[in-house]
């Protein structure tokens, strides 16, 4: 695999730092915290919440297969104007 198929796998540290900048500060401080105590990097941990959600078994974007998610439903809690 070439390096440049790999950072499009991962998330890359510049987009996490600006993901993680657009946080609530709870949530900013939530997340930093955690990979503090964890030993990651911050856009390892965006990374594995994400591929989390996507798909219970995923630690990452590479193993997350979301084929599971109704992308045609709305969560619950979500307006039609949302």
Not at 14 to 31: D, M, S, T, W, Y
Not at 34 to 41: E, H, I, K, M, R
Not at 54 to 71: I, K, Q, R, T
């Amino acid at each position: 695999m070439q390096a440049s198929e790999q950072v499009r796998e991962h998330l890359s540290p510049e987009v996490a730092q600006a993901f993680v900048n657009g946080l609530p500060e709870k949530i900013r401080l939530g997340l930093m915290t955690y990979a503090a105590q964890v030993g990651f990097p911050i856009e390892a941990v965006i990374e594995m919440a994400i591929a989390g959600f996507l798909d219970e078994d995923a630690v990452n974007f590479p193993g997350c297969n979301p084929v599971g998610v109704d992308f045609g439903r709305k969560p619950n809690g979500m307006s039609e104007t949302a």
